[in-house]
Structure formats: structure tokens, C-alpha cells
């Protein structure tokens, strides 16, 4: 389908702020916590679950009906969307609040269940968002717990890089951060590979056969209706990208998203340098831009199969006249 | 009561006067939902019913079949549930699902839950629309009894479309649906769809692989 911007930058946006709110907590559980690198932390968290939420705001195209977003939280994953992904938010500014008017011991055990309550909301937001898309059963790539595991991995991983850096320029404790962003690059390596192979099978669940319900094979689509697919008015069915990009995107998520960052962080540890940890959480969030790129742009959609997606094959009642041509 | 539309394969020659006919009775110039507003620019603009054709069967006995594709009415309409806004819903009257554009906030979220591609984004004015089964012609009351059917109904030629209650026994497309085992689109995702496709008969082959070879040769060697 064909990736909107918009998604990009809240998912992405949403995600790392979890993430970096969920490095508040662990620092302040551990005791690690000091008010700069708590504000630089909250800070970043704040202007990442500004910018998602900002993003999301302008995904709508019919703002006047905004305030009807509520109506069915029910049952619509993108109701609970906007509530959990406000009430993050909000808290996450109170906290931040809380943390410059610096009343508030950062060790004490109400800003350690403070911290956590936000990362609670936190997580919790990038859990409906990621339901949002798991639910959808015409996603055939995204119908999957899979989709869950890797927007809640991607997210940690990216806010857990970028408290090691933080934490490193803070001198914070160092080695328990790069042990997180060590256990969360794995994960996250294993829940991408894992996703990978769930695309792979969604991709070839679209055959005509399934799609019209009838009895002989093969089929061969010929015209969706008009003179081509309605790729403008329904960008689900965008063009199923080529298998040499997707290989190219493929390998350079993995390199940026869990290869370089592991090579990155044990350098910093060794030579005890921050740089290497800002190169691993730059290098993180790229990757996480690329995954969730292709995250989009790789999904299928059950409909392709009625606007001509299906590989082509030549029809075999023309081939006498090409051998006959050919001779 | 669901109002649905019963499509005989069989009979579907592909001649679209279904796509078109809905395309204009639901454009109505300016005022209607439909945008039309560049025709010649932007030929594959918004369709809401749209014929697939497919080349089916092996050579060399091969076919050529029809499937007018729109909204299926479901009934259990996935798009639904998922609208936050409450924009989509399904009548509890008649069975058919609608959209009002005035709570639609655009976030096409409907659009990927729509299991078979028919819900459409209108870009001018920042909502989704879909096939509406004619609803405004259905409770007309001043159009005679006959013609309170959908367009692309009415303007079958070959009568491959029968429109009706799928839910009252007594009617023509749940008699055609039950003795002629009528199936719809795509089962295994679950939306039960109320529009319904009656199969196609296999015809016997009507020539053979040797007659057309010696054609072939004949012709082009």
C-alpha cells in the first residue's frame, strides 16, 4: 500500500517517546536518574509525542468532523487510538512539568510510580496503535500479534538507544543502559525477521482462485473496471513494490536497525565514549525509519487480487501464434 | 430485511452499462456524490461499481467471465466497527451500509478494512463514498414501484442482476441463492457478504485441440 507520511512520523514519533519515557522509569528505579539527563529525556519524549500527535491530527481530511473521534470507542481501534495516544501525551507533559519545577526527588517512590504510570500510558498507546493495524483482517501482512510485538520492540529499542546516549553524556550508569539497548536490539532483530516471513506468506495468499470463489484455475486478470487499478482513490491497493527493493529496503533496515547499532554500543563500552552511542541511536532511528517504510509500503491488501497485482503469466492461447511468428 | 443484488455469472456479458449507469445516476452534475468534475483528465476517477473481466480455464479451452464488484452490503460490515466516528454504519431497517460525510473525518481506515476494495476517497472533499445500493431511489415514493430498484439493476440488459430481500425466504434472490448455490466473495475474512454470485455452468469444449492447431497452421505457419 502506499506509505502515508503521516502514519510514518506518528508511529515513529509515538514509539520512540514510549520508548524514552520507559527510560525515565528504569533510570529512576535503578537510581540513575539525574535532573538534566531526566530533562533532556522528558524533553525529547515531549517533542516526539508532539510531532506523532501533530502528524496524526493532520492525517484527517475533514477536521469538522474531529470532534465526533470519541464516538465509538466501543469498537474502532482508532477511537482508542486518540485517547490513549492523548492521555500519553498529556501525562507525559505533566511529568515533565513536574520534573523542571524540580520539587520532586527523582529517586523518591512518587516520581519512580509517576515514571511508570507514563510509560504504562505510553505503552499502552503504542499497543492500540499497533492493534489498530493487527486487527484489520483485509491486511493480510498486518493481521498478526507479530504486528504488535514489532511496533512495541521498534519503539523500546529506538527510546532505549537514545537514553543510552543521554545517560552516556549524563554519566549516567552506562553499562546497565547498553545492556537494555543490547537486549532490545536482539528482540527486535527476532521479531523483524519473524514479520518478514509473515509478509512473505500474506503476499502469496493473493490468488485469483480464493479472491472469486470458483471451482476452475487457472485465472488470469485482464480489467479492474477502468483503464487501470484505482491506486489514487484507494491506496491500499498501491502497487506491491519489486522484489529487488524490497530486498534492498530489507537489508538496509537490518543493517541500520540491529547490525550497526550492536557493533556501535560495544564500542562505546569499550572505548567509554558517547559518540558511539549518538552514532547507535542515530543509526536506530534511520533503521526504524526504513522498517517502518517498508512496513507500510510492503503490506498487502486482500483486494489486490481484483486490481491485477497477481504476477502475470503469458496466456497460453497465444502461444502458437508467437511460435508461429518466432519461426 | 437485507436488501442485497444477486448476480448471475452466467448470464453477465460484460458490456459495464452497470458501472456506467450507476456512475450517472449517482454524479447527477454537480450535486451528486460521485465526483466527476475532470471526466475527460481523469477517466479512472471514482467508480463505485466496477466489472472485473478475467480470463479463466486452460487452453485451449478457456472463457472469458464478468463480475460486477460493489460495495457487498455485509453482514458483518468489518468497515463498521472501525470508523471512530461513527460515519459508517449499517441500517437496521434494510441491511444496507452507508456513510454520512458529514461525520467522515477521511482517515480511510474503512478503506482497509473493506475486504474487497470498494469504499472510494474523495480527495475534494476529504471523505470516503461508496456504492449506497441507490438507497435514495429505493425510498422514493414518488418513482412508480417498479423502478425502486438500484441503477445498475434497472439497466441490466441481459437481466443478470436481480435485486431483493436476501433475508425473506420467499424472495427471488434467496430462492436463486439457495437452489443455484449462490456464493459470495472472499469467506475466509469473514465479512459475510449480503451480495451474492451465482457460478458459472462449465461448458463443454467446443474444439478440439487438434481441429484448433490445423487452424492455427493453416493461418500463421
Not at chain 1, 277 to 296: D, V
Not at chain 2, 15 to 26: A, I, R, T, Y
Not at chain 2, 137 to 153: F, K, T, Y
Request: aromatic share 10%; proline share 6%.
Amino acid at each position: 500500500m502506499k506509505p502515508a507520511p503521516q502514519l510514518l512520523v506518528l508511529t515513529l514519533g509515538q514509539g520512540l517517546a514510549g520508548g524514552m519515557t520507559a527510560s525515565v522509569g528504569f533510570l529512576a528505579s535503578i537510581g540513575g536518574l539525574n535532573h538534566r539527563l531526566a530533562l533532556l529525556l522528558l524533553g525529547a519524549a515531549l517533542f516526539c509525542a508532539i510531532l506523532g500527535g501533530g502528524a496524526s491530527f493532520f492525517h484527517m481530511h475533514h477536521f469538522s468532523a474531529a470532534r465526533y473521534i470519541l464516538r465509538r470507542l466501543k469498537t474502532s481501534w482508532l477511537s482508542r487510538e486518540a485517547l490513549t495516544t492523548g492521555l500519553f501525551g498529556g501525562t507525559l507533559f505533566l511529568l515533565t512539568v513536574a520534573t523542571v519545577w524540580g520539587r520532586l526527588a527523582l529517586n523518591s517512590p512518587l516520581y519512580i510510580a509517576l515514571a511508570w504510570l507514563v510509560t504504562f500510558f505510553g505503552l499502552v498507546a503504542i499497543f492500540v496503535t499497533a492493534m489498530l493495524y493487527a486487527s484489520i483482517p483485509a491486511m493480510l501482512s498486518w493481521h498478526s500479534p507479530v504486528t504488535v510485538l514489532n511496533l512495541l520492540a521498534v519503539g523500546l529499542l529506538g527510546g532505549s538507544g537514545w537514553g543510552g546516549f543521554f545517560g552516556m553524556v549524563e554519566h549516567g550508569p552506562s553499562g546497565q543502559l547498553a545492556a537494555a539497548v543490547a537486549i532490545f536490539l536482539v528482540v527486535t532483530g527476532a521479531v523483524k525477521a519473524f514479520q518478514w516471513h509473515v509478509f512473505s506468506l500474506a503476499r502469496h495468499r493473493i490468488r485469483a482462485t480464493t479472491g472469486f470463489g470458483l471451482p476452475f484455475a487457472p485465472y488470469r486478470l485482464q480489467d479492474s473496471g477502468t483503464t487501470r487499478a484505482p491506486y489514487r482513490t484507494q491506496t491500499q491497493v498501491h502497487p506491491v513494490i519489486s522484489d529487488g527493493l524490497r530486498l534492498r529496503m530489507a537489508v538496509v533496515t537490518a543493517i541500520f536497525l540491529t547490525v550497526l547499532p550492536i557493533v556501535l554500543v560495544i564500542l562505546s563500552q569499550i572505548a567509554a565514549e558517547w559518540g558511539w552511542m549518538l552514532g547507535a541511536a542515530i543509526s536506530i532511528t534511520l533503521g526504524s525509519i526504513f522498517e517502518r517504510w517498508l512496513f507500510f509500503a510492503d503490506a498487502t491488501h486482500s483486494s489486490r487480487v481484483f486490481f491485477a497485482d497477481e504476477p502475470r503469466e503469458a496466456s497460453r492461447v497465444a502461444e502458437p501464434v508467437m511460435r508461429g511468428r518466432l519461426s | 430485511m437485507q436488501l442485497t443484488i444477486v448476480t448471475d455469472l452466467n448470464k453477465c456479458v460484460g458490456c459495464k452499462s452497470c458501472q456506467v449507469s450507476c456512475k450517472e445516476h449517482n454524479t447527477s452534475g454537480a450535486y451528486g456524490p460521485v465526483p466527476d468534475a475532470h471526466p475527460r483528465a481523469d477517466v479512472d476517477g471514482m467508480w463505485w461499481n466496477r466489472i472485473v473481466t478475467m480470463e479463466s480455464g486452460a487452453y485451449p479451452n478457456t472463457s472469458v467471465m464478468y463480475l460486477p464488484k460493489a460495495c457487498m452490503h455485509c453482514y458483518d460490515a468489518p468497515c463498521v466497527p472501525v470508523c471512530p466516528t461513527g460515519a459508517s454504519y449499517k441500517r437496521e431497517d434494510n441491511g444496507v451500509v452507508l456513510i454520512d460525510y458529514d461525520s467522515c473525518i477521511g482517515c480511510q481506515l474503512c478503506m482497509w478494512a473493506c475486504p474487497y476494495g470498494v469504499r472510494e476517497f474523495d480527495e475534494e472533499e476529504g471523505v470516503v463514498k461508496k456504492c449506497t445500493l441507490c438507497i435514495d431511489r429505493l425510498e422514493d415514493e414518488s418513482l412508480p414501484e417498479v423502478e425502486r430498484q438500484p441503477a445498475c439493476v434497472q439497466s441490466c440488459p441481459t437481466h443478470a442482476r436481480t435485486f431483493g430481500d436476501l433475508d425473506d425466504p420467499t424472495s427471488e434472490v434467496a430462492r436463486l441463492v439457495s437452489t443455484r448455490q449462490g456464493f459470495g466473495l472472499l469467506p475466509e475474512l469473514g465479512a459475510r457478504p449480503s451480495v451474492h454470485y451465482l457460478p458459472r455452468r462449465p461448458e463443454p469444449p467446443r474444439v478440439d485441440k487438434e481441429t484448433l492447431e490445423k487452424v492455427m497452421a493453416e493461418r500463421y505457419e
